[in-house]
T-cell receptor, first 110, second 114 residues
Framework: DAKTTQPNSMESNEEEPVHLPCNHS???????IHWYRQLPSQGPEYVIH???SNVNNRMASLAIAEDRKSSTLILHRATLRDAAVYYC???????????FGKGTLLTVNP | NAGVMQNPRHLVRRRGQEARLRCSPM?????VYWYRQLPEEGLKFMVY????????ESGMPKERFSAEFPKEGPSILRIQQVVRGDSAAYFC????????????FGQGTRLTVV
């Protein structure tokens, strides 16, 4: 499975934007970049995914580097409810499994 | 449209008993995945099923664990003769196709073996 590298933790203030980076230098042409998050004591929650172009949805934006070797999840205005572990995962083609790494623990300060 | 439903939410079993965990995927989803999360650890893939077929069980222990996804009814993860080390949160996810789409997770079943 192609691997991703994320910082262990990040901190943000409420109502400020948050940029969560992810490196995936061994990404293959068929891999989609997925982001999930897990709030305490809950199941993972889908955030966003993309292939080559930047993506926006009601939760977040995904900025994908031109060479696709890195991406950034953007939360435009962090709230306390966004405090969670964020996982960047590659999946696509014959690689259908979501392989969760350690993710980034996001702390949001009031 | 209800999300992925898992039951029970909490399950306590004595060592040596059987545990049955149920997962009802979202309506229209034929792909089901089971994951296990040990305390203070990450989620580990266990098994991937597509209606009546096990596609990939590479993450599932060879003994005592089995999974099924019958034509009618929920997917079942079965753990026979449970041991303390089986205590974990078990999450089920479903999707409408295999890889290039979002997966929806249930709230999990927290198994405690006493």
């Amino acid at each position: 499975d192609a691997k991703t590298t994320q910082p262990n933790s990040m901190e943000s203030n409420e109502e400020e934007p948050v940029h969560l980076p992810c490196n995936h230098s061994t990404i293959s042409g068929t891999d989609y970049i997925h982001w999930y998050r897990q709030l305490p004591s809950q199941g993972p929650e889908y955030v966003i995914h993309g292939l080559t172009s930047n993506v926006n949805n009601r939760m977040a934006s995904l900025a994908i580097a031109e060479d696709r070797k890195s991406s950034t999840l953007i939360l435009h205005r962090a709230t306390l409810r966004d405090a969670a572990v964020y996982y960047c995962i590659l999946s696509g083609g014959s690689n259908y499994k979501l392989t969760f790494g350690k993710g980034t623990l996001l702390t949001v300060n009031p | 449209n209800a999300g992925v439903m898992q039951n029970p939410r909490h399950l306590v079993r004595r060592r040596g008993q059987e545990a049955r965990l149920r997962c009802s995927p979202m309506k229209g989803h034929s792909h089901v995945y089971w994951y296990r999360q040990l305390p203070e650890e990450g989620l580990k893939f266990m098994v991937y099923l597509q209606k009546e077929n096990i596609i990939d069980e590479s993450g599932m222990p060879k003994e005592r664990f089995s999974a099924e996804f019958p034509k009618e009814g929920p997917s079942i993860l079965r753990i026979q003769q449970v041991v303390r080390g089986d205590s974990a949160a078990y999450f089920c996810a479903s999707s409408s196709r295999a890889s290039d789409t979002e997966a929806f997770f249930g709230q999990g079943t927290r198994l405690t073996v006493v």
